[in-house]
Nanobody, 130 residues
Framework: QVQLTETGGGTVQTGGSLRLSCKVS????????MAWFRQVPGQKREGLTA????????YYVDSVKGRFTVSRDSATDTVYLQMNDLRPDDTAVYYC???????????????????????WGQGTQVTVGA
């Protein structure tokens, strides 16, 4: 099995930055597409970014392009989400997720993308104050 453990959430002011971490453990060879989602209570889970371990160009949703950056440390099997210029509407619970997929299918572009990911972390709260 694969386990994902997120850390790094918290509260920041508008314009601030946070870096989320997602440690992958267990049978890490079974997943090669890592993604970040977020969810506000009562709303659908939104896919933000996805990256493939092959090094293919990561996917980003328009709302975070230029502000969020996904990266991976292969030595520690940790995926990061660097979030800059945070806004109040970025407030949500953030989740990392993983699946096995070809690079072409490693994205969060559709409303149902979350259903394709088999492994999820527990979530970490990010709150951005005005």
């Amino acid at each position: 099995q694969v386990q994902l453990t997120e850390t790094g959430g918290g509260t920041v002011q508008t314009g601030g930055s946070l870096r989320l971490s997602c440690k992958v453990s267990g049978y890490t060879f079974r997943v090669n597409c890592m993604a970040w989602f977020r969810q506000v209570p009562g709303q659908k889970r939104e896919g933000l970014t996805a990256m493939h371990t092959s090094g293919a160009k990561p996917y980003y949703v328009d709302s975070v392009k230029g502000r969020f950056t996904v990266s991976r440390d292969s030595a520690t099997d940790t995926v990061y989400l660097q979030m800059n210029d945070l806004r109040p509407d970025d407030t949500a619970v953030y989740y990392c997720a993983a699946k096995e997929a070809l690079p072409f299918y490693c994205h969060t572009a559709t409303d149902q993308s979350f259903a394709d990911f088999a492994v999820w972390g527990q979530g970490t709260q990010v709150t951005v104050g005005a």
